[in-house]
């Protein structure tokens, strides 16, 4: 196994493990809030923030396991409805547009993380940039993976095998 490859694997693996404890700690910070909340009678507004605060960055680390997977929105009839290399370079060009995109939404979330590390959530009191550096960190991720899809496209285009030739 390349580097490359195994450098994917084991951000890949850091990732799905980071969702599922966010997942698992979020399920069980909604379960404690409802339990002092209706058995106790005692509200915590602690964990309403804080399973927010996870939520956030389950959906955005997850999303890069979505784009690793290739689950990610997609617009597979137009590129599979072409002939395998014009498919090719449609899905190409999608990708282009969404690196694009990505790189944009880091750019702009890494200057709101720094913008916002001064300002302190009402109830954990910790900065909200820690919050919302969930943006550029998982958008990055996708970034990451997306660039793998890439490769592997491209692979495909620059060095096409016989039966590809044929479908052309």
């Known amino acids: ?16 493990v980071a969702v599922g404890v966010f997942v698992s700690l979020m399920t069980a910070t909604v379960v ?10 005692n509200s915590q507004p602690w964990t309403e923030e804080l399973s927010r605060y996870l939520m956030i960055w389950s959906g955005f680390l997850g999303a890069s396991l979505a784009v690793r997977s290739g689950a990610h929105v997609s617009l597979q009839f137009l590129s599979e409805a072409l002939p395998h290399r014009a498919g090719t370079m449609v899905r190409l060009f999608a990708t282009l547009i969404f690196t694009a995109f990505l790189g944009f939404v880091i750019w702009q979330g890494s200057g709101l993380v720094r913008d916002t590390m001064d300002q302190v959530s009402p109830v954990l ?22 660039l793998f899809h890439v490769r592997e ?3 495909g285009v620059i060095r096409p095998s016989l039966a590809d030739r044929q479908d052309d």
């Open 1 to 16: 196994m390349t580097f490359a490859a195994r450098s994917r694997e084991i951000i890949t693996t850091a990732t799905a």
């Open 32 to 41: 404690g809030g409802v339990f002092w909340r209706y058995v106790l009678g």
């Open 125 to 146: 009191q910790v900065p909200m940039g820690y919050a919302y550096a969930a943006v550029p960190m998982g958008c990055a991720l996708m970034l990451f993976q997306l």
């Open 153 to 155: 496209e491209l692979s």
